[in-house]
């Protein structure tokens, strides 16, 4: 059994933690440079993928943040076991991340501007969708609706959970189903596609933002490049399912390195947020 | 199956053989995925034509081209007009090849939002027969946005203020079947399957082989019977004799008995209450319990900053969080290592867990 003193996890990993080799360049990257340099590759620009807590500590203004429904946890509704039960899948992810599921919302600042924001976590199963991620967003975008301010979701995830089967695929319709109904109130919804974003998260919310921005070289994309390559025999174009390809075909509104990531939000919010929604300085933001 | 003949113990799912007779959970649900994709059985068309008196099908997305994998059109059932939209799968290996094997392309669903615009302008209810083994995976469908086309579809299906039925015939496969599925009513042919990604597909994930489909059919629960448990399908339509391919009028007879029942108890509704359901049908999915605002998980990998790690040193420690976590074993914390390991590999390539 781990004893549990606080500093020991940290010096147990000492070594791997202080560098890290881009996979992009192979350079050596001192970490606590990587991390002033937002998860960036000083050298070549390879985008690292970011923790959903790390994501909305980068965009939200400092202190706004205030997370909602923290304590949603997936039940096992088919009771799915493969090589091991999903319950203990769940566990290990958790014990992990630090965290219940793949996804956080809650309401921010973004600029001065209050949003409501939810960001999904790859280190979690894959930033799968099961069911508390489809509530979580379907949430985000009540809350937005709710309080008559927009939406960002920002999206990292494989695609819908398979251990939740069908339930899992339901939440692109109830995620959608609270889209359309925030459409219809006139709230703009922002949808940020970082690497990556594939299957049933993209053919839901990921795709249907009024404004898509994408990180670059993110992966985007339905079928997943190995499935596509795989099932149908046939060659791939260059930079197939990358965020340059999706804006070359239109799929794609604005290609945002993470540095000016959080500047082009601030900006379209103030051009398209709804007109006097200009409050939020960190005291203003309204709880329960 | 391979267990059984090799004598190998079973899964502990699976129950403790009975004397007779010895039906293997994971062969029936296996047959039943066969049967779904029986090339025999009657696919939307010839449906179409037992049920209806009138079709003309209508091709093209106006934006792209005509997509064969899904059709549709006007019809009248029993006097009634109503708007059909289906996958079409081939009879045979060449048409299998102009159908695409009823895989949908982008200009497929939105040759369906197309249909269901047109329906909801002209009154008319929409009828959706689903029968596909998934949206197509190409290149091209890539190129020209499937995950798009898929997410307006239903989107569209959200929004729309006639009735909707979704009858599942065959294979419901994933998000290709979804896209034109989110109906006010989803009926399923009783060895129709439903599920969030194709057996071989979810077993070659999980499993790493994809000669554990029939394990993989079984664990995600894709009958019929399992999704109207789970209360993803509303009916399931029993079949005649060994299944709808021994007889395509008689399933047809039975399929518009229940689109007949199902038109009139929808017509009862307003267009705002019809929309409102709908929402309300698909808010409610999802399995989950609140365990409100409680301490962090214990052991937790988020590295705290120097203040959090001077409080937690502070603090006493040892509260459990919930059920799963406070009974924390020696193989619990094993596998927390192994996540850890996950967690940090995040450029790793991307699990495939895709729709």
């Known amino acids: 059994m781990p004893l549990t003193l606080p500093f ?159 339930l899992a695929l339901m939440q692109l319709v109830k995620t959608i189903g609270a889209l359309e109904r925030l459409r219809a109130a006139g709230l703009p919804y922002i949808s940020v596609l970082a690497d990556p974003t594939t299957g049933g998260v993209f053919a839901s919310f990921a795709a249907l933002g009024d404004v898509n921005v994408a990180e670059p070289n993110a992966l985007i994309g339905f079928a997943g490049a190995r499935v596509s390559a795989g099932t149908i025999a046939e060659e791939l174009p260059p930079g197939f399912q990358r965020a340059e390809f999706l804006f070359s075909h239109g799929f794609v509104d604005r290609i945002v390195t993470r540095a000016n990531l959080r500047d082009e939000l601030v900006l379209l919010l103030a051009l398209l947020g709804p007109a006097g929604s200009t409050d939020a300085t960190p005291g203003s933001v309204r709880r329960g | 199956m391979v267990d059984r003949l090799l004598g190998r113990p079973r899964d502990r799912e699976t129950p403790p053989a009975t004397p007779a007779p010895p039906v293997d959970p994971r062969d029936a649900v296996w047959a039943r995925v066969q049967l779904a994709r029986n090339p025999r059985r009657p696919h939307t068309l010839e449906l179409v034509g037992q049920i209806t008196e009138a079709f003309v099908e209508l091709h093209g997305d106006r934006l792209f081209g005509d997509d064969g994998a899904i059709v549709g059109g006007p019809a009248r059932i029993d006097g009634r007009r109503v708007m059909i939209v289906g996958h079409q799968k081939g009879a045979d290996t060449d048409e299998n090849i102009r159908r695409n094997f009823g895989m949908g392309k982008p200009e497929g669903f939105r040759k369906a939002i197309r249909l269901f615009e047109l329906a909801e302008r002209l009154g008319l209810p929409v009828v959706t027969f689903v029968d596909t083994p998934g949206a197509y995976p190409g290149a091209e469908a890539e190129e020209r946005g499937i995950a798009d086309a898929i997410a307006r579809s239903i989107g569209a299906m959200c929004r729309l203020r006639v009735p909707i039925i979704t009858l599942i015939t065959g294979e419901g ?76 009028a008689e399933t047809g007879r039975r399929l518009r008995a229940v689109i007949l029942e199902e038109l009139d108890r929808l017509a009862a509704l307003s267009p705002d209450e019809l929309v409102a359901k709908r929402g309300g049908r698909y808010r409610v999915f999802g399995a989950f319990d609140d365990l409100g605002a409680t301490e962090p ?23 459990s969080v919930g059920d799963a976590i406070g009974s924390r074993t020696g193989r619990d914390a094993r596998d927390a290592r192994d996540g850890r390991d996950a967690g940090e590999g995040r450029d790793q390539p991307p699990a495939r867990e895709e729709v």
């Open chain 1, 8 to 166: 020991r996890p940290r010096r147990e990993t000492y070594p791997p933690d202080m560098w890290t080799k881009c996979p992009s360049c192979s350079e050596m990257l001192f970490n606590k440079h990587l991390d002033k340099n937002l998860r960036v590759c000083g050298t070549c620009g390879h985008h690292f993928r970011i923790s959903a807590k790390v994501r909305l500590d980068q965009l939200t203004d400092p202190g706004t943040f205030r997370e909602r429904d923290e304590g949603l946890v997936s039940r096992d509704p088919l009771g799915f076991v493969d090589s091991k039960p999903y319950p203990d899948r769940l566990v290990a992810a958790q014990l992990a991340t630090g965290r219940r599921d793949a996804a956080i919302w809650g309401f921010g600042a973004l600029g001065g501007r209050r949003v409501a924001i939810c960001a999904l976590d790859f280190g979690f199963m894959g930033g799968s969708m099961g069911s508390v991620v489809g509530e979580k967003v379907t949430r985000a975008a009540e809350g937005a609706f709710a309080d008559r301010v927009p939406l960002i979701v920002v999206s990292a995830s494989g695609g819908a959970r398979m251990q939740e089967g069908t």
């Open chain 2, 297 to 319: 998980i214990p052991g937790a990998a988020e590295r705290p900053g120097l203040a959090d790690r001077l409080r937690r040193a502070l603090e006493p420690v040892g509260k």
């Open chain 2, 173 to 248: 496969g994933s998000g290709g079947a979804l896209a034109i599925a989110a109906g006010d009513v989803v009926v399923a042919l009783e060895n129709a399957v439903y599920a969030v990604i194709s057996p071989e597909g979810c077993a070659s994930i999980l499993w790493r082989s994809p000669e554990k489909a029939p394990d993989a059919a079984l664990a995600m629960r894709m009958s019929a019977q399992d999704q109207a448990e789970l209360g993803v399908i509303d009916r399931v339509v029993a079949e005649p004799g060994e299944g709808a391919h021994v007889d395509a």
